[in-house]
């Protein structure tokens, strides 16, 4: 299992967004759609069996016999398909209602401030601006104001020492919304 990076950087190409962001101390999530990646997130539910029914069997004939007969009684032929496109639907739901904060991990070996690829590519050619932020302090910030979301439009948080300003809107109505 893969440990979390301690510190994530974003990158600002706009120098007076990056100062608005650390003066009201707000972060600002995108829904995926508005990345450059028009891939992510990658939610993508792929099968060697596609709607071959019988190859999935043999599959599972093959590599878990003792669970072939449930498993033909909860996955009959005439639902297989229907199994399927419920699965896509399912994983298309999560990419149309899905924001994200772009970070990019500090490990020990590899800062991103040393990326020269990140400052050209997300630092406006390398003018922009690199915040670091603590995962741990985020991740708790966020989690505890994402149960609000449908509730408040303002209020405040904590985040480390500090007490900081939460503003967004809901998510139907923007493509983005600010969080810290």
Known sequence: MAIPPQHVMHFYGNTDYAIHSIGFR????????????????HFFFTTDFSENY????????????????NFTKRYPPENWKQFIDKIEVYFNSLRNNT????????????????????WSHYGNGHRGVAIEF?????????????????????????????SITTSYRRLHASPFFSLL
Do not use: C, W
Not at 26 to 33: A, G, N, V, Y
């Open 134 to 162: 603590d995962t741990a302090l985020l991740a708790r910030a966020v989690l505890a104001k994402s149960k609000e979301l449908a509730v408040k439009s303002r209020t405040s948080m904590r985040y480390g020492a500090r």
């Open 26 to 41: 707000e972060i600002t999530f995108l829904h995926r759609d508005k990345l450059n990646d028009p891939f992510d997130p």
């Open 54 to 69: 019988a190859t999935l069997i043999d599959y599972v004939k093959q590599y878990h016999a003792k669970d072939l007969q």
């Open 99 to 118: 924001f994200l904060f772009s970070t990019s991990a500090v490990n020990k070996d590899k800062h991103p401030k040393n990326n020269l690829y990140m």
